[in-house]
């Protein structure tokens, strides 16, 4: 697919067809995330796929407790990347100090759009979440308390009866997001 095509092609997709998402093609869009840049090349990041619909269940339920109760936008995915981010190498850390940055995070949100447009690609929906009940996701995954969950991501079959009704939402809005001039300029 043409990439101005597969960028435009992508959306946070909140609604999915119950069917299951292959094992191969989850495995296709980590492959891309393993690809991708990062500071020092120090990969600061791994994926815990959730696929067993009970184990997704308990997932979701921690994810919203708490103040983080929403929509079951995740409980009603047939798939959730959980992403674990490390603090990078310590050439990256001392980079990031010295420049009052975190590359680790920056080096996460690339790979995670490598994911999510490979996902794309293969016909496949996500949508981003970052407001979830992090400690009560780690707890239930069983991961130390040391671990970073910067984001879960959600996977599926878009249904497609209802991106049609986003399209047209946001037709009527233009592409709703900021035109061009207002986000760059030559020097
Ligand atoms: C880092 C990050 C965190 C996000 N967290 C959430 C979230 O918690 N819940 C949600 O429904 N969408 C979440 N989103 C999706 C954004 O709302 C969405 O990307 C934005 O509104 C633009 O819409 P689009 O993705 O359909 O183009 C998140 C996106 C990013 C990049």
Redesign the pocket.
Known sequence: MDFSELVKK?????RYLPDIVEKEKIEKCIDSARLSPSACNSQPWSFIVVDDPEKLASVSDAAVSGIYG??K?MAKSPALIVVIADKGSFMSKVGGMVRETSFFLIDI?IA?EHLVLQATELGLGT??????NEKAVRKELGLKRSVTI???ITMGYPDESHRSK?ITR?LAKGD??KPINEIMKYQ
């Open positions: 992508r959306y946070s997709c909140r929403a929509p936008l949100g995670c949508c981003y979440i970052g407001w979830f910067p984001l879960i986003d946001r709703n997001r």
